[in-house]
């Protein structure tokens, strides 16, 4: 078992900036992929950055310039750096972690709320 634990949303205005962490523990060593989704209010959740174990990085192309996705290992910790924020991100953002085309090992956050005021 994987345990994502988020926090660092908020309420914050337009071009504004919020940095989400989230924390990992436990089986982490089955995991190759962690990233960040988001799901608003009657839409699909959707991914927004990742992150392999090797390094590569995917950003969606809604957040490309403005989101950096981060790791550090020593921290057991993800980030999610959000600048020039848009009412549209707002959204319940997720941590997750899993195994690339292996769907035992999939595993997510609780969810932190962001919203995004104009």
């Known amino acids: 078992q994987v345990q994502l634990v988020e926090s660092g949303g908020g309420l914050v205005q337009a071009g504004g900036s919020l940095r989400l962490s989230c924390t990992y523990s436990?089986?982490?060593?089955?995991?190759?992929?962690m990233g960040w989704y988001r799901q608003a209010p009657g839409k699909q959740r959707e991914l927004v950055a990742s992150?392999?174990?090797?390094?590569?990085?995917n950003y969606a192309d809604s957040v490309k310039d403005r989101f950096t996705i981060s790791r550090d290992n020593v921290k057991n910790t993800v980030y999610l750096q959000m600048n020039s924020l848009k009412p549209e991100d707002t959204a319940v953002y997720y941590c997750?972690?899993?195994?690339?085309?292996?769907?035992?090992?999939?595993?997510w956050g609780q969810g932190t709320q962001v919203t995004v005021s104009s």
């Open positions: 997750n972690a899993n195994r690339i085309a292996d769907l035992r090992y999939n595993y």
């Open positions: 436990g089986s982490i060593f089955v995991i190759n992929v």
């Open positions: 992150i392999t174990a090797a390094g590569i990085i």
